[in-house]
């Protein structure tokens, strides 16, 4: 049995900082024994599909030793499987239709965040800005984009996340991601 997996890997090919080229990740994947794999984006989204259902925990520690041992510095990433995705674009608590990629953001967390955390935002002095939390994501709708957005750097708090790794997403790799995970 074969499962399609999304990883997400945080932080790299940002300013010329902790380049990870995507040829090389592909390679590296396939060196773990994946298949299929494919790569979205400069920015650390890679497609895979394995055998034995490995738990999406066992895949990152490997994935993320892997780039270690290779590039020479750690990159946290996160392992999602195909029906998560999917499930993440059809939760979002925000209109999807005909909006622009940038205006909303998934940030994926590697845990539950604590919803107290981000309980104590107050959403109202952010409007039209929103976010709201769902399964291991929190949806950021932000009409004018991620770059100047106020909540956005509220949600991005590394206190809101303590002890999670978080990476995100516009909503145009979301739907990518989900696309690429459904050919398998």
């Not at 932080?11 to 900082?17: F, L």
């Not at 060196?31 to 890679?46: D, F, K, P």
């Not at 205006?103 to 590697?110: I, T």
């Amino acid at each position: 049995m074969t499962q399609t997996y999304a990883v997400l890997l945080r932080g790299i090919n940002v300013g010329g900082h902790r380049k990870v080229p995507m040829a090389e990740l592909r390679s590296l994947l396939e060196g773990l024994g994946h298949e299929n794999v494919r790569t979205h984006l400069q920015s650390g989204n890679a497609v895979i599909t394995t055998g034995g259902g490995a738990p999406e925990g066992e895949l990152t520690a490997a994935i993320e030793g892997a780039i270690e041992d290779r590039f020479g510095f750690r990159v946290d990433c996160l392992v999602r499987d195909g029906a998560y995705l999917a499930a993440v674009a059809e939760d979002c608590p925000f209109p999807t239709a005909g909006i622009d990629g940038k205006q909303l953001h998934a940030f994926y967390f590697s845990g539950p965040p604590d919803p107290e955390r981000f309980a104590a935002i107050d959403q109202e002095a952010h409007r039209p800005e929103a976010f709201a939390l769902g399964d291991r994501v929190l949806y950021l709708y932000v009409p004018e984009g991620l770059g100047g957005s106020g909540l956005g750097a509220v949600v991005s708090r590394p206190s809101l996340s303590k002890g999670l790794v978080v990476t995100a997403r516009n909503w145009n790799t979301v739907l990518k991601l989900v696309e690429m995970t459904r050919e398998g």
